[in-house]
């Protein structure tokens, strides 16, 4: 079954201690991308990768780093979070601007 | 301005009516149109891509207006579980996307 698969669905974590959200495809998509979304903002995107070690930021990078090591693979690392990146998260990998999304983490930071 | 803007809503309606919105996009460079459906903040789902001629999927209809820059999402006899909320999707010809905040449609019994 096709499908985008991050981890973990739910996080609670304190100011400051570095995290990573994992993120894994099976479709073998070269494009994938992290997205945060907010009420009445929208899914708005953190960075983008187009191939294997090919990254780029999107709108709202700051406070966030993304590594594409493998095409499946696309980790989303919070260095040291922060209160205001209290959001749900979003992965997706894309074919043709068709976007399939992972099932979204919850990351609450207090 | 926003990339992509559409109405928030919520439209409110009848089973059975029908209920029809609008998105607007900014980059007149823009190649690809998408509506995606969202239910309760779960993952966004692909409804149907837009082309340039319109297109329909059962009760949804899609169109696209180049010259004025927006794409419209019609709704044909509302099912309650259409209530959900729509975004709008457009990438431009660097492969960027860019999602509106969505609109809200509830459909009530």
């Known amino acids: 079954e096709a499908q985008v698969t991050q981890n973990p669905r739910y996080l609670i974590t304190v100011t400051g201690k570095k995290l990573t959200v994992t993120c894994s495809q099976n479709?073998?998509?070269?494009?994938m991308s992290w997205y945060r979304q907010d009420p009445g903002l929208g899914l708005r995107q953190i960075y983008y990768?187009?191939?294997?070690?090919?990254?780029d930021k999107g709108d709202v990078p700051e406070g966030y780093k993304v590594s594409r090591k493998e095409k499946r693979n696309f980790p989303l690392i919070l260095e040291s979070p922060s209160p205001n990146q209290t959001s749900l998260y979003f992965c997706?990998?894309?074919?043709?601007?068709?976007?399939?999304f992972g099932q979204g983490t919850r990351l609450t930071v207090v | 301005r926003k990339e992509v803007e559409q109405d928030p809503g919520p439209f409110n309606v009848p089973e059975g009516a029908t209920v029809a919105f609008n998105c607007t996009y900014s980059?007149?460079?823009?190649?690809?149109f998408f509506w995606y459906r969202q239910d309760c903040r779960k993952e966004p789902k692909l409804l149907m891509s837009?082309?340039?001629s319109g297109n329909e999927d059962g009760r949804f209809t899609a169109q696209l207006n180049r010259a004025s820059q927006y794409i419209s999402l019609l709704i044909r006899d509302s099912k309650l579980s259409d209530s959900a909320t729509y975004l709008c999707?457009?990438?431009?010809?660097?492969?960027?996307?860019?999602f509106g905040a969505g609109t809200t449609v509830t459909v009530r019994a």
């Open positions: 999707v457009v990438k431009s010809n660097d492969y960027k996307l860019s």
């Open positions: 997706a990998s894309s074919l043709y601007g068709v976007s399939f």
């Open positions: 479709m073998n998509h070269e494009y």
């Open positions: 837009v082309y340039s």
């Open positions: 990768s187009m191939n294997v070690e090919v990254t």
């Open positions: 980059n007149s460079a823009s190649q690809s």
